[in-house]
């Protein structure tokens, strides 16, 4: 099974940009398709982002697009998350997660059996 550290959290203002990175070991991350998540106080986890294997295949959900950049490096093992524009309601939690089951538009939480830590990203107004 791989094993995920993300790094990268941190606090930010309104309009600022931050970028999460989740190293891989363990296994080939070309293994896995790669999704970051994230949770805050209260709501459910959800998918912002996802990539396919290969790297040419994103997924990102509607509250993200065009402010947040997913991409992978499979021979380095690690998946990064570009966020700018951030906004106060992006603060939370985020998640990298690994999941060996075809990549799948939205993805599908269940399919993912191998989490970090976590990384706490607050953005304050």
């Known amino acids: 099974q791989v094993q995920l550290v993300e790094s990268g959290g941190g606090l930010v203002q309104a309009g600022g940009s931050l970028r999460l990175s989740c190293a891989a070991s363990?296994?080939?991350?070309?293994?896995?398709?790669m999704g970051w998540f994230r949770q805050a106080p209260g709501k459910e986890r959800e998918v912002v982002a996802a990539i396919n294997r290969s790297g040419h295949s994103t997924y990102y959900t509607s509250s993200v697009k065009d402010r947040f950049t997913i991409s992978r490096d499979n021979a380095k093992n690690m998946v990064l998350l570009q966020m700018s524009s951030l906004k106060p309601e992006d603060t939370a939690v985020y998640y990298c997660?690994?999941?060996?089951?075809?990549?799948?538009?939205?993805?599908?939480?269940?399919?993912?059996?191998?989490w970090g830590q976590g990384t706490q990203v607050t953005v304050s107004s």
């Open positions: 997660a690994a999941s060996r089951a075809p990549f799948t538009f939205p993805p599908r939480a269940a399919d993912f059996g191998s």
């Open positions: 363990g296994r080939p991350l070309s293994d896995y398709v």
